[in-house]
């Protein structure tokens, strides 16, 4: 059995053309909306990066975690980050883990 999470959601590379975003332009995931033609083309460009971001953090969030004791700041701000990565990957998920 493998450990591999499957994800619920359409997996990238998304494109866009600044009104859709999606696998493909017919097989589009989300309508983009915006107060103007260069917000929507932001926004557009922001949720067809969400796969590529997605795996990133999920990548991060899969190296392993030192146990951390003493004066060691730096890498005390890595845990903090690495919550910060989980969250984020938690609400990409719908909440769940």
Do not use: Q
């Amino acid at each position: 059995m493998s450990n591999e999470r499957k994800e619920r959601f359409t997996p990238g590379p998304w494109i866009t053309d600044g009104k859709f975003a999606g696998n493909t332009l017919e097989d589009y995931v989300a309508m983009v909306v915006g107060d103007s033609k260069e917000e929507r083309i932001a926004n557009a460009a922001l949720i067809a990066s969400a796969p590529e971001m997605y795996a990133l953090l999920a990548e991060i969030d899969g190296l392993p975690v030192a146990d951390v004791s003493g004066p060691m700041k730096d890498v005390l701000a890595c845990v903090d980050f690495r919550g910060r990565v989980n969250a984020a990957l938690k609400k990409a998920r719908g909440g769940h883990e």
